[in-house]
C-alpha cells in the first residue's frame, strides 16, 4: 500500500500543525471554529475559513485512512477537495491530496481483490 499506518499519522500531526499555527483548535477531532463561508464580513475571512475547512477535511480523511474506513477516507477527500477548488492550496495540501488519493485507490484496490477472491472460493 502506497501510506502505511505511521505515515497517515505523520500526515495528521502536519495538518493539525497546521490549523494549530492559523489559530484553529480541534478537539475530539472537530473543530472548536464553527463559522461557515457564508458568515464571512470579507473576501479575506471566507478565504480562510474555506483553508481552515479544507485543512481539516483533510485531517479527518487522514485520520479515517488510519482507522482503515477507506469510505469516509474518500468521503474526506472529495470534501477538501471541494474547498481547494475555491482557494487553491499549498504544497503541504498538494502533495496531501496526491498522497491520500493514491492511499485511497489502493486500499478499494486490495478490498476489491479481497472480494474477488472470495466470490472465486
Known sequence: MSLDIDSAKRWILTLERQLELRGHERVNRRLLDTRMPSSAKSPAERKEIVEMLMRDS???????????????????????????????????????????????????SLAENHSLGEMQS
Open 58 to 108: 483533510l485531517l479527518w480523511a487522514f485520520e479515517e485512512f488510519a482507522a482503515n474506513r477507506a469510505i469516509y477516507a474518500f468521503r474526506g477527500f472529495v470534501q477538501a477537495g471541494g474547498y481547494a477548488g475555491e482557494v487553491g492550496h499549498d504544497c503541504v495540501t498538494s502533495d496531501a491530496f496526491g498522497t491520500l488519493k493514491n492511499a485511497i485507490e489502493d486500499m478499494i
